[in-house]
């Protein structure tokens, strides 16, 4: 079972959609929770943390479910630069220092 | 100036080549990693250091060797390498444990021949 899991896509929408992306990830005692970008053929940047209580940060909403270990992205009101592939990353503590990463869902949002 | 800078940011290497790659990060963090991206799977962490120690080696083999001679550099030494190893190697770092922002390269791409 891979550590932390996410549908690859791609999500194919029309600008002003509203999408949502989940993540399932294996390690209960993992402690940390992020979203990060990845534009084509780009670094990854972090986009968002999660927090227990969800957050959000404008047009992106991030929710965690601990008991069902998956996280969620909502993106409201897309727009064409928000085309790339969203990264699900965990910190699985058990003394582990580096992050875990999903595979990465590929969203293209389209005129 | 970007945080993180890794060089080359491309490479083409025969199979019994040795070449580095170099990563160097002006954020004043305490810790850096290597990463490798292979088309359609999920970054692997190869090394980790932190304080200039290497504190992570995710059975990485013994034809990658890394170094890092002090905070701000790290690098990845290759030799025999094989085609499978053809991937786009980022290098990552962080001020402590990764709860917090990880700041990445733009990476090396390697094509091994």
């Known amino acids: 079972r891979k550590e932390v ?8 929408v029309p600008e002003g959609a509203t999408v949502a992306f989940n993540c399932t990830y294996s390690n209960s005692a993992s402690q940390s929770f992020f979203w990060y970008r990845q534009d084509c053929r780009k670094e990854p940047k972090l986009l968002m943390s999660v927090y227990s209580s969800g957050n959000e940060d404008g047009r992106f909403t991030a929710q965690l ?3 069902s270990q998956y996280i969620s992205l909502l993106i409201r009101d897309s727009k064409l630069s928000d085309s790339a592939t969203y990264l699900c990353v ?8 580096a992050l875990t990463f999903g595979s990465g869902t590929r969203l293209q949002v389209q005129p | 100036e970007t945080g993180v800078t890794q060089t080359p940011r491309h490479l ?9 790659l ?29 304080l ?8 990485v083999p013994s034809r990658f060797s890394p170094e890092c001679p002090n905070s ?6 290759l030799h025999t390498l094989q085609p499978e190893d053809s991937a786009l190697y980022l290098c990552a770092s962080s001020q402590g444990a990764m709860n917090t922002e990880a700041f990445f390269g733009q990476g090396t791409r390697l094509t091994v021949v």
């Open chain 2, 72 to 77: 701000s550099h790290l690098f990845l030494h």
């Open chain 1, 90 to 97: 965990v910190n699985e503590g058990r003394g582990r220092r």
């Open chain 2, 12 to 20: 083409v290497m025969g199979m019994t080549n040795k070449k580095s």
């Open chain 2, 52 to 59: 200039e120690e290497r504190v992570e080696n995710n059975s």
């Open chain 1, 5 to 12: 899991e996410q549908d690859p896509g791609p999500f194919n």
């Open chain 2, 22 to 50: 170099k990563c160097e990060q002006h954020l004043g963090h305490n810790a850096m990693y290597w990463y490798k991206q292979s088309a359609k799977k999920p970054l692997e962490l190869m090394f980790v250091y932190s």
């Open chain 1, 65 to 67: 479910n601990r008991a």
